[in-house]
């Protein structure tokens, strides 16, 4: 199956500065890499997802980047504002076509001091 | 219904009772998920379907069982709780299996005594 570990996992940063959180994953087979933003008592929600075929994705204040060489990934937010403050759990998608799954990474506390 | 949704919402539940977990989603996708979410442990996959009549076992799929008879519903059932089932639980669907945004359920905190 699929491993993927994820540092660090609380990470606190002053507003306005940037945060990165960082993914690696094991099956060098997997091919999307999405990232979930979770709020407290909330539901986990999709903010934005990488294929491996390229290796920089951006929306925004939000970016993804792609190593597929080192299989790792990273989740870079830029000009941070207190509503980032949230727990983020990156994925990989691994298995065979038909009976494709999602290994969730173990989730980054992130806190944003005003 | 919009969306996805599960019931209950919390449960408390006797070590050794039968429990089943409710989720329903009105999008039509084909592909739905079962996970658990734990401190420090993040989302684990417990059973997935990819479509309406299959289903399939994901890293932690001991003590839990699944059934998906049409496209809309995916319950998940404990035969005989324990403890170590004490979590919060999400269900998921997606339009494009794994690959694709999976919509995720507001969630059933169950605690099992």
């Known amino acids: 199956g699929e491993n993927v570990e994820q540092h660090p996992s609380t990470l606190s940063v002053q507003e306005g500065d940037s945060a990165v959180i960082k993914c690696t994953y094991s099956?060098?087979?997997?091919?999307?890499f999405p990232w979930y933003k979770q709020e407290l008592g909330k539901r986990p929600q999709l903010i934005i997802d990488?294929?491996?075929?390229?290796g920089e994705k951006k929306d925004q204040r939000i970016a993804v980047t792609l190593n597929k060489t080192a299989k790792h990934f990273s989740l870079h937010i830029t000009e941070t504002q207190p509503e980032d403050s949230a727990v983020y759990f990156c994925?990989?998608?691994?298995?065979?076509?038909?009976?494709?799954?999602?290994?969730f990474g173990t989730g980054t506390r992130l806190t944003i001091i005003p | 219904i919009a969306g996805i949704t599960q019931a209950p919402t919390s449960q408390i539940l006797a070590a050794g009772r039968r429990m089943t977990l409710r989720c329903t989603q009105d999008?039509?996708?084909?592909?739905m998920y079962w996970y658990r979410q734990d401190l420090g442990l993040g989302l684990r996959l417990i059973h997935y379907?990819?479509?309406?009549?299959?289903?399939g076992k994901g890293e932690v799929p001991d003590g839990y069982s699944v059934s998906r008879a049409n496209t809309d519903d995916f319950p998940l059932t404990l035969a005989s709780a324990v403890p170590s089932q004490t979590s919060v639980y999400f269900c998921?669907?997606?339009?494009?299996?794994?690959?694709?945004?999976?919509?995720f359920g507001p969630g059933t905190r169950l605690t099992v005594l």
């Open positions: 998921a669907s997606s339009d494009s299996g794994a690959g694709g945004e999976q919509f």
């Open positions: 099956d060098s087979a997997s091919n999307y």
């Open positions: 990488i294929r491996s075929n390229v």
């Open positions: 994925a990989a998608k691994w298995g065979n076509f038909g009976n494709e799954k999602l290994t």
């Open positions: 999008m039509r996708h084909n592909a």
């Open positions: 379907s990819n479509t309406a009549g299959t289903t």
